[in-house]
């Protein structure tokens, strides 16, 4: 499993996230603000992302409210390394 580091500003998190979920090897999204854990969002391996975009909508929501508080952010991505046989 990797993990990926992301800085982005309150404006642009929830279209972030959406991104990262419709990409489909995502494991689990955690949002840090200020050295602190804000939201963690756990992801469903092998579900569709349209499936995950459902699951996750009231994260989402939540989400949104909290971009709208804070202006910076580091969004921390953890994939699904696929391996190749």
Partial sequence: ??????SVCGCQLVAMV???I???NIRRI??????R??????LTIGASATALLMLAAPAL???GALAVLITECTVIVE???????
């Fill in 22 to 24: 419709r990409e489909g």
């Fill in 30 to 35: 955690r949002i840090i603000h200020k050295g």
């Fill in 37 to 42: 854990t804000a939201l963690e969002i756990p």
């Fill in 79 to 85: 994939k699904i390394d696929e391996e190749i046989q």
């Fill in 1 to 6: 499993m990797s993990e990926q580091r992301y």
């Fill in 61 to 63: 929501v939540a989400l």
């Fill in 18 to 20: 959406k991104g990262l």
